[in-house]
């Protein structure tokens, strides 16, 4: 079965960078892009960008772009996602979710991770 | 990209049934044929209910539907139960080909 497996909590102060990574199984690692996705205290969820993992390309939210990096490593079937120059609104659960049920270009986010609390 | 529109909260008694709104545009939810629905239980990651504007996940609850018209996506949650007490977002794929999320629902059972 599919799993989806995130990396533990991180406190990191104002200006620093953290990295989190999404290990995952149960399937074939190259076929699925793997998104991540975040949400503030008390807000709403945020689709920050996505990586596909047979080329390594990447597509970033318009907000994150200067500041986010995502890459993944297919000895380990591990995907990872860095946001540099952390400030107190980046304070959130992040999530790594695979695709699936795709028509198309356009996926659902049909397998998450547990999450990864990252305190600013 | 601003967050497709959803109402804040809706509630609803056990049995009864209910309907949650996602506006956007012609750039996301009015453009294409995917729009898709999860849930989030409190402490929990969130779960895809509906795909496709209308299609559930194999083997989940019928209890849930989706539909579209224009701009706007809706989910319906018949026969209410007091295990769908959760926050629920919307999301769509983009002419940017990103994604969009809803601003959220919280949806209580009375």
């Known amino acids: 079965q599919v799993q989806v497996v995130q990396s533990g909590a991180e406190v990191k102060k104002p200006g620093a960078s953290v990295k989190v990574s999404c290990t995952t199984s149960?399937?074939?690692?190259?076929?699925?892009?793997m998104h991540w996705v975040r949400q503030a205290p008390g807000q709403g969820l945020e689709w920050m960008g996505l990586?596909?993992?047979?080329?390594?390309?990447?597509k970033y939210a318009q907000k994150l772009q200067d500041r986010v990096t995502m890459t993944r490593d297919t000895s380990t079937n591990t995907v990872y996602m860095e946001l540099s120059a952390l400030r107190s609104e980046d304070t959130a659960v992040y999530y790594c979710?695979?695709?699936?049920?795709?028509?198309?270009?356009?996926?659902?986010?049909?397998?998450w991770g547990q999450g990864t609390l990252v305190t600013v | 990209q601003s967050a497709l529109t959803q109402p804040a909260s809706v509630s609803g008694s056990p049995g009864q049934s209910i309907t949650i709104s996602c506006t956007g545009t012609t750039s996301d939810v009015g453009g294409y044929n995917h729009v898709s629905w999860y849930q989030l239980h409190p402490g929990k990651g969130p779960q895809l209910i509906i795909f496709d504007v209308n299609k559930r996940p194999s083997g989940d609850s019928n209890r849930f539907s989706g539909s579209k018209s224009g701009n706007t996506a809706s989910l319906t949650i018949s026969g209410l139960q007091a295990e769908d007490e959760a926050d629920y977002y919307c999301s769509s794929y983009t002419t940017s080909r990103s994604y969009v999320f809803g601003s959220g629902t919280k949806v209580t059972v009375l």
């Open positions: 979710a695979r695709e699936g049920f795709c028509s198309g270009d356009t996926c659902s986010f049909q397998f």
């Open positions: 990586i596909n993992p047979s080329g390594g390309t990447t």
């Open positions: 149960g399937y074939t690692f190259i076929r699925y892009y």
